[in-house]
């Protein structure tokens, strides 16, 4: 994990943060510096509750038997390119997997990603990125329980720019479009579309640390009315932050990291619904040796929510990650995450009666990496996650291990 500490190729509305998800993927490949690097993978995997339901009587109810379980095939294929020219760098990774089901075969699904970014600098002060990403694939059964096939697809198209006006001080803005959408007709309402824009001011410390502050200001639109109680309510909102960040090189071996400040967010409709506080997220990574390292993080933040009938959470959370380099081929990777998610705000309005959905979520994962060679790679994982409802039974237990193995040419 790199933390933005210099005039480093970071998008300014990337990720604001080191990612507190950091079990490894079997899609995730870095290629070698110039060089065009196809690859191909298979993964096979056994969840126990794949549609994440409370138990067998409600699979029962569905129809679909008792038996929650089911076994997934992926077969992926893909191609990475990294590209400099001069001082330009051109990344990309393009994949498709083909994802079947043994028994809810009507799940069966393409999964389609493409990444790509450019990193442009002009002399030694001007530097940024213009990128576009973009994926299809079946939207998690956290929030939505049907056995139907609801694929859900996104594309962010982002420009950023940053000028190094003095040594120690750096100015950046950038712009992203963003527009996500469900296949589903009864998920349309969760369609939207943002704009979002950011200015930020830095300063860099001598010692590789950065301290900054940012503004941010969000335009949220979702065309299709959502129906509460048979009221059409329309989703769309303004939300505008003030926060400073900071990333801070404690010692050669630990780095804290800081993001906070004010979020205020407005909706279209419903002013009840608003929301007015602070956010704050914080971690921190520790490399106690060359083959450990460790990453905690704590949060409070109002997130996203898209697959439920309500506007947004206001979430609480904590995580712990830790990588061991057993050697040069063999890698472990565990983490534990938590998670309470409360809905009471963006639930809220005086015509409506719905319950509120607050609950918590636990997810934990142990990984075992195994490299043979250069290019070919081996990933056995198991997981497990839970949810547990605090107005309202239901809820989930899954556990499930996967095993993925890709060859890079």
């Known amino acids: 994990m790199i933390p933005m500490c210099s005039f480093a190729a970071v998008p300014a509305i990337a990720g604001d943060l080191v990612p507190t998800d950091v079990i490894p993927t ?52 893909g191609l990475a390119v990294d590209k400099s020219l001069s001082q330009q760098h051109l990344t990309a990774n393009v994949n498709v997997a083909k994802v079947d089901y043994d028994r809810f075969d009507q799940l069966n699904h393409l999964e389609k990603n ?61 712009v992203t479009y963003s527009k996500l959408w469900y296949d589903l007709e009864s998920q349309r309402p969760g369609d939207n579309s943002k704009n979002q824009e950011e200015l930020g001011l830095d300063y860099l410390a001598a010692s590789g640390s950065t301290i900054g502050l940012q503004l941010r200001h969000t335009r949220a639109d979702y065309p299709t009315p959502e129906l509460d109680s048979g009221v059409p309510v329309f989703n769309g909102y303004d939300q505008n932050e003030i926060k400073g960040k900071v990333d801070w090189l404690l010692t050669g071996k630990t780095t804290l990291h800081f993001l906070g400040g004010w979020v205020s967010r407005k909706q279209d409709e419903f002013p009840v619904r608003n929301f007015s506080g602070i956010n704050t ?41 830790s990588a061991w380099q057993y050697s040069d081929k063999v890698r472990l990777v565990a983490q534990y995450k938590y998670e309470k998610r409360d809905f009471s705000q963006s639930a809220a309005a005086g015509i409506f009666s719905a319950t509120n959905p607050n609950d918590a979520l636990r997810n934990m994962a142990l990984s075992v990496i195994y490299n043979p060679t250069l290019h070919w790679r081996v990933q056995l994982s198991g997981v497990r996650s839970t949810q547990i409802l605090n107005n309202a039974p239901g809820g989930y237990v899954s556990n499930g291990v996967m095993f993925n193995t890709r060859y890079s040419f």
């Open 26 to 77: 079997p899609d995730i490949i870095t290629p070698p510096p110039d060089a065009v690097t196809p690859y191909a993978g298979y993964g096979i995997s056994y969840d126990n509750n794949l549609l994440r339901l409370p138990d067998s009587a409600s699979a029962q109810a569905m129809g679909i038997g008792s038996n929650l379980s089911d076994i997934t095939h992926r077969y992926l294929f």
């Open 114 to 174: 493409l990444a790509a970014n450019w990193n442009w600098h002009a002399g030694n002060q001007f530097q940024g990125n213009v990128g576009v990403n973009y994926s299809q694939g079946l939207t998690p059964f956290i929030d939505f329980h049907l056995l139907e096939r609801n694929l859900r697809t996104q594309e962010d198209v982002y420009a950023d720019g940053a000028w190094l006006f003095h040594p120690s001080w750096r100015v950046r803005a950038g």
């Open 281 to 321: 997220r914080v971690s921190a990574d520790w490399s106690p040796t060359g083959k450990i390292d460790v990453s905690v993080a704590g949060w409070r933040e109002i997130g996203a929510v898209d697959d439920v009938s309500t506007v947004y959470s206001l979430n609480h959370g904590a995580s712990i990650a």
